[in-house]
């Protein structure tokens, strides 16, 4: 007698174990695989089979069937349920909510099935095709559907064509069949998400001396199985060829790679490289994909037919077998963590994947986070590097400009003398330039010059932002709107104003200082639409506007041959940020912008506008110095006891009342208190534990409080963290709660 241990497809605590089921005669059972069994009252529900038993230990009365399979291939690879065990113990939640991350959520309740297209095969020898074809003669509809079926290369055709080419084409074809002559065919067939994308030159290029000694170190590691990798190598060295040799030899070697990067910077450009040069062999996993793309992509993974995988962090799931290799792209992005349960961090799973699966790990960037060279410091990663450009192009030059000497000199303009000069040179020239806008809108607030006043939210504790295209002001963290106000509602005065600089009116400032230029805006009121992302990208490659207006999204691996000046309009808008990590962001942000420029053959120049030139961040970053960097952070991290010295926690709580948000809290605080007081052995790592209000203390409409925690980053000190998520789980009336680790923003 076979029995099975089934996980439910239900994220409850109280249903967080396995529950066995007997296998009935002639299933074909395996662990993975998804299941209808019969639950409590429920007749049929989906589960996971996590193991095959012999003997269950229970009465059989009390051991109900399995009903039936939902696939008859495991839908969970063992390596990836193992992937799932490890993310309930470190992420606190359920198995069933950490297995839901391996497969498509549309396969669960069978919302999406497989398309198929139906096919008309001629069925008629050769020899006699004419002569029956003649025979139609009386049936025009007949006659041109079976002429086309003749015509057609391999003697059939989709439905689709043929009702394309006959109008009215069905009950022609239904004759034909009832006759004999026709046979009709359900086939599969794959949704691809690549339709017209455009192909770059498919020849490999001569390696760097740089790159062939990055590949030595790294290409035994593949073939070992073993080993993990820190690449630091500036913008424009080359990592991107690395990354493909290092999979074309993992795929040599039978072994299949994952490549993750940012989904900002998962453009078309980065998935055309990859499906140039490794062509059907690529699939893609991103959050632009349809439902029913992405449920098409996986199955051609599970299936086994691609090599490599490409995608954003959830695409560590990928169901690849024979993992040799992982990859991860600009691995200091913070969009490497989850922000909704489960919480995993993608560079941990892949560390986990790659022990697991005998597979070496690679995280490459050009400006590492703190915690990955600490971690190459000490020998944990061994570090790779590239510090030269390829064919040893400059870095660009970086002018730093000091704004409140521009406006001490009259300058009221968003542009200093300096960057016009230089776009105007970059322009004679006839290359491109790209204007990088720290912040989205037109301006960032609107506020009283006379008195202060600031329009702000009514729901959240934060500005509005003003939209020139509508004008109206807007809330970013609730999206609520409303209009623009004449006069200042406080003190009736008419000097109420924009501050701040957006890309809209960066876009505007330029049209008149360039009049006839064509410029191109990208911002998230540009891009809202599915592939807007991508048509501004190929337009500004295909050299239709000259100049690039933007945010973040183009400081991301973004490589445009033709641009040579680059300027940056506020460069320490997000230094002042409360949040430990801003110097690291803007530092990451500026070197990553700065990259843009000459990344082809004409050296490049960057101007950096700032009113806080002597920041180390600014100006290490205009030195594009990263260790410089990297010893003044850690410095400051270090005194200021901050990660990766410490692990920094919190419980967020948000309500509708204030009272009910700030009780959660301080009932969390006294929990935290006490278990400290049974625990001297975590006690002595802890900085500081508080409760307080958070700092944006509203949005949309719930109040916030958090308890805040900080300690010595320890393993043991792990134990702390699980009992904030416990407490996290079980939060008083009228109150949700979280529990983040370092988290983004403790706002
Ligand atoms: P990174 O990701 O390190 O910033 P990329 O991988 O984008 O840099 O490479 C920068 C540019 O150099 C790209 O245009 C790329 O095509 C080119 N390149 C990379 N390796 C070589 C090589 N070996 N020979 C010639 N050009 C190369
Ligand atoms: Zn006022
Ligand atoms: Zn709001």
Redesign the pocket.
Known sequence: MAFCQVIVDIAHEDVDRVFTYRVPKGMDLCPGMRVHVPFGRQKKIEGVVVELVEDCGLPPERVRDVTDTLEDYPAVLPALLDLAKEIRATSFCTLAQALRLMYPAQMRGERIGEKTKEYAVITVDPAVRAQVLAGQGRAPKRAAVLKMLIESEAGEMSCERLRAAVADYRPALNSLVKMGFVRLEKRESLRSPYGAMERLAAED????AQ?REVLDMLLPAVEAGKGSFLLY?V???????VFIRAVRHAAQLGRTAIVLVPEIALTPQMVMWFRSRFGEDAAVLHSRLSPGERYDEWRRIRRGDVRVVIGARSAIFAPLENVGLIIIDEEHEGSYIADNTPRYDARELARMRCEREGAALLLAS?TPSMRSFALAGRGDLTLLEMPRR??NRPLPDVHVIDMRQELAQGNRSVFSGALLDGLKHCLDAGKQAILFVNRRGYSTFVSCRSCGYTVTCSQCDVSMTYHSTENVLRCHYCGQEQAVPVVCPECESRYIKYFGTGTQRVEEEVKKFFPGVPVLRMDNDTTRQKDAHEHLIAQFRRGEARILVGTQMIAK?L?F?NVTMVGIIAADAMLKLPDYRSAERTFQLLTQVA?RAG?ADTPGEVFLQTYDPESYAIETASRQDYRAFYEAEMLRRKRALYPPYTLLARLLYEADKEQDAQRCAESAMRQMEAFFERRAYLKKYVVSLRVMPCPVKRIKGKTRWQVALKIVDRPVCQEAVGKMSEIALAPLEGCACVCQVNPGSMM
């Open positions: 290029p001569q390696l760097t790159q190598g913008t424009g060295s080359g990592k991107t060829e050009a390829v064919k691996g490589d041959p990259g990344r």
